[in-house]
T-cell receptor
Framework: ELKVEQNPLFLSMQEGKNYTIYCNYSTTSDRLYWYRQDPGKSLESLFV?????AVKQEGRLMASLDTKARLSTLHITAAVHDLSATYFCAVDVGGEKLTFGTGTRLTIIP | DTAVSQTPKYLVTQMGNDKSIKCEQNLGHDTMYWYKQDSKKFLKIMFS???????INETVPNRFSPKSPDKAHLNLHINSLELGDSAVYFC?????????????FGSGTQLSVL
């Protein structure tokens, strides 16, 4: 059974700092997605990574995928309060479904 | 216009009752899903329909029955509700291949079983 683990589960960081969230998965896949969820809200798609070595950037967030290591990272640069949310990675191994990671709850402290 | 809409947003009910959650998408997508998010925020797929046909049925109690009258709608009916059913249920849709398209999520239905 596919396992998708995120590290860390909880992260408090100061504004202006950089940090990385890690997403490890247990089965071969070259398709990975990142989502953001604000408290009490729905999930918003951030990035779609569809091949080994894929890198996507949007504002202060950058996501990458290493399919050989079965690892994706979400890097936050110079964090701002608006980035406080829960971030999920999700892996596609075919069969029309995504398996979600455990989520990382990020809190940005002024 | 809301792309994936589900109703109700909140549902509070007693144990043993039967309830339904409705979902509609206006994106023209072929595939729709139900996901369950528990109190620890863990998301797990329950069902998936493609053009009204059930294609994914994870290990979900028989009390949960999805129904898709057309490809724009996927409803979830729950019989004999139990305390453990309390969660947030998300409807989602995607274009033909999840691999190349994002999942679009509804706003969620928070179900509380008392």
């Amino acid at each position: 059974e596919l396992k998708v683990e995120q590290n860390p589960l909880f992260l408090s960081m100061q504004e202006g700092k950089n940090y990385t969230i890690y997403c490890n998965y247990s089965t071969t896949s070259d398709r990975l997605y990142w989502y953001r969820q604000d408290p009490g809200k729905s999930l918003e798609s951030l990035f779609v990574l569809l091949s080994n070595g894929a890198v996507k950037q949007e504002g202060r967030l950058m996501a990458s995928l290493d399919t050989k290591a079965r690892l994706s990272t979400l890097h936050i640069t110079a964090a701002v309060h608006d980035l406080s949310a829960t971030y999920f990675c999700a892996v596609d191994v075919g069969g029309e479904k995504l398996t979600f990671g455990t989520g990382t709850r990020l809190t940005i402290i002024p | 216009d809301t792309a994936v809409s589900q109703t109700p947003k909140y549902l509070v009910t007693q144990m043993g009752n039967d309830k339904s959650i409705k979902c509609e998408q206006n994106l023209g997508h072929d595939t729709m899903y139900w996901y369950k998010q528990d109190s620890k925020k863990f998301l797990k797929i329950m069902f998936s329909y493609n053009n009204k046909e059930l294609i994914i049925n994870e290990t979900v109690p028989n009390r949960f029955s999805p129904k898709s009258p057309d490809k724009a709608h996927l409803n979830l009916h729950i019989n004999s509700l139990e305390l453990g059913d309390s969660a947030v249920y998300f409807c989602a849709s995607s274009a033909p291949a999840v691999s190349s398209e994002k999942l679009f999520f509804g706003s969620g239905t928070q179900l509380s079983v008392l």
